[in-house]
């Protein structure tokens, strides 16, 4: 057995992150400002995107999306019970409703069969998740918004380096970036807004600082007034800069962190491919680059003979840490309770939230490390 836990993430911070992130704290200017603007300008480049606003988070930028397309009461959004619970609870706080698509069994992502039922007079956007590192079917469901006069808003927090049909995405349209430490890279927390409409751009960018226009450093550097005035109610969710030198630091090695994060995911395909328990995910066709955000196994639960949890509980006590991403957000206790969501109507959702389970993936891991896990899996199921 493993002499030390092998967590299923950890951030790759260097030496020389943490001594820029110093340099940031000496410098006097610690929040928004000149490490944010290159941040934001070599993620529009990286991505592809005429417009990238740094926020707080990736939460913060659904946030101010909600805000930003007037989403109240009455109004219903279509998004995945398949999903970070953020989206979903931000829908319910905006006084709006969720309406759950359900998922492709084997990809984890809507498709447009699935989010086809859901639209009625009250939907107001369509927010399909990009799963893993894989990418949703966009060009397809993207077409199916449009058809419907609906805004089609992307949660790419998985899909930094994601390609769809040969595109970043993000490229085109409207997605959200996280900055998370699991994430691909990461800035602590953070999150990335990326649209090619320069209106929502602006509006977003007003929104993050309490619907001022400008933000503390347009004001120090750019000659505007420091007297600008509310031109709306806005939030208070710019990023730091001192989040910002993580975040264009790491930047520059995200593709070698997805080459490290794809050369251990095949290795894990190569050795689990003979473990009959384990059901792989399938990857879309429209996924032309895998980010490999996350390598997720969905338990056979009836072969195994054990749960999903205890499968987990397990692995733990072989010093192997997991993940669950995600446990079906419209069966959490406040959907159930208070919402009122029931079991069964989301039957490929719910199948995969008893049997999904994240192993270990980041890029400071080692083949070994990938054996260690194989093996400790092994054990479990074998014994
Ligand atoms: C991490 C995550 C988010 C939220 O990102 P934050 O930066 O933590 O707010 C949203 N959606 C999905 C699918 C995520 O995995």
């Known amino acids: ?3 030390d836990f092998l967590p299923f993430s950890r951030p790759s911070i260097s030496e020389e992150d943490i001594s820029a992130v110093g340099e940031v704290l000496r410098s006097g200017w610690i929040t928004t400002g000149p490490k944010t603007a290159a941040f934001e300008r070599d993620f529009r480049e990286y991505v592809g995107c005429r417009h990238g606003v740094a926020l707080a988070s990736a939460t913060a930028g659904m946030h101010l999306l909600l805000k930003a397309l007037g989403i109240g009461p009455g109004d219903e959004v279509i998004t995945p019970s398949m999903t970070w619970v953020s989206t979903v609870n931000l829908i319910v706080l905006a006084g709006a409703t969720p309406v759950f698509a359900d998922i492709d069994r084997d990809t984890l992502m809507v498709t447009p069969e699935t989010v086809a039922p859901c639209f009625s007079s009250r939907t107001k956007a369509v927010i399909p998740v990009h799963f893993a590192g894989a990418s949703a079917n966009l060009s397809a469901l993207r077409k199916q918004a449009a058809h419907k006069g609906i805004p089609l808003v992307e949660d790419a927090a998985h899909a930094l380096g994601t ?3 040969g595109a970043h995405v993000g490229a085109e349209g409207t997605a959200i970036f996280s900055f998370h430490p699991i994430k691909n890279i990461t800035t602590g927390e953070g999150g990335m807004f990326c ?11 007003r929104l993050k600082f309490h619907g001022l226009g400008v933000d503390a450093y347009d004001r120090e550097t750019q000659g505007r007034s420091p007297q600008a005035q509310v031109l709306e109610p806005g939030y208070k969710y710019n990023m730091t800069d001192v989040a910002a030198i993580l975040g264009l630091r790491q930047l520059r090695r995200v593709n070698q962190f997805i080459q490290k994060r794809r050369g251990l995911a095949e290795r894990y395909m190569e050795r689990l491919a003979e473990v009959d328990e384990l059901l792989p995910l399938a990857i879309s066709e429209d996924t032309t680059q895998h980010a490999w955000h996350l390598f997720i196994v969905r338990l056979d639960i009836h072969r195994a003979g054990i749960s999903r949890d205890e499968f987990m509980a397990e692995l733990k006590k072989k010093n192997i840490g997991t993940g669950l991403h995600f446990r079906a957000v419209h069966l959490q206790k406040y959907y159930r309770e ?9 039957p490929h959702t719910e199948w995969n939230s008893d049997r999904i389970c994240s192993l270990p993936l980041f890029p400071d891991m080692t083949f070994e490390d990938v054996d260690d896990v194989v093996e400790a899996v092994k054990e479990v199921l074998g014994g």
């Not at 009122?340 to 109507?345: H, K, V």
């Open 163 to 165: 390609h769809h049909r």
């Open 195 to 205: 649209t090619d409409d320069a209106e929502t751009a602006e509006r977003i960018s």
């Open 338 to 346: 208070v919402m009122g969501f029931r079991q069964g109507i989301l």
């Open 1 to 3: 057995m493993r002499k």
